[in-house]
């Protein structure tokens, strides 16, 4: 074996690899926030009893958990420009992310509605709710606390996943800092190596921030 390591090259280079992980934290936040809110959108589709409107979230929930997140990836960025419609990278992989967030956290926020007595939406209506109002007041707020794993867990496929960013040509995230850093100093092993750490440290944050959450507003 023939190769050297040489920390103190790479070292030197964790600056602009924590830019870009500032920049994957933030496509994975946007991500999160904008897929909760089609998540939840798909659900209320799907009981809706509208043939339309449901079928819309079926396929939408079968493509983004029956495909490749690469895919959908590629879809966003090569699929619509080839219908004219141009993204840059960023968004593309905003986009896909999004995508595959919201059909699976469309799926986990079904699988919390079936745990909620169809009673508790009923006394709502009882007392005067409409549907919506029932949903936003009553259902939703448990529907959110008991799918609060899978949101933390679909949160960290989130960071993870824009490492598939470099294959639509994204080079601003923590991802693609480290590949462009190494085809500059072929330092491989050690930029991927801290690449790795970095992504660990930020799962590991996500997931404290998580706990402490969960401690805070479900203690019972």
């Known amino acids: 074996m023939n190769y050297t390591f040489q920390w103190k090259q790479a070292w030197s280079k964790l600056p602009q ?10 496509i994975a936040v946007l991500s999160m926030v904008i897929g909760i ?3 939840i959108a798909l659900t209320l589709f799907r009981q809706s009893g ?3 409107l449901s079928g819309i979230a079926t396929v939408w929930v079968e493509i983004a958990r029956n495909t ?8 966003a960025h090569f699929g619509l420009a080839g219908l004219g419609i141009h993204l840059s990278p960023y968004n593309s992989l905003l986009l896909g992310i999004t995508f595959n967030n919201a059909g699976y956290l469309a799926e986990n926020f079904r699988g919390a509605l079936k745990a909620i007595p169809d009673t508790q939406a009923r006394a709502g209506w009882s007392l005067g709710m409409s549907k919506l109002q029932a949903f936003r007041y009553i259902i939703m ?3 959110l ?12 496929w989130a960071v993870l996943m824009t490492s598939l960013g470099v294959t ?21 092993f050690e930029l991927f190596a801290m690449a790795a750490v970095i992504f660990y440290v930020i ?12 401690r805070r507003l479900f203690r019972y």
């Open 17 to 26: 690899m924590l830019d870009g992980a500032l920049v994957t934290m933030q």
């Open 37 to 39: 809110v089609i998540a």
């Open 50 to 52: 509208n043939r339309v």
């Open 68 to 75: 490749p997140a690469l895919f959908q990836i590629y879809m």
């Open 141 to 143: 707020p448990q529907m």
């Open 145 to 156: 606390r008991i799918s609060f794993p899978t949101v933390t867990n679909q949160m960290v």
């Open 168 to 188: 639509v040509g994204m080079n601003s995230d923590l991802y693609g800092v480290t590949q462009d850093l190494n085809a500059l100093t072929f330092r491989t």
């Open 203 to 214: 799962v590991k944050i996500i997931q404290a921030g998580a706990w402490l959450i969960s």
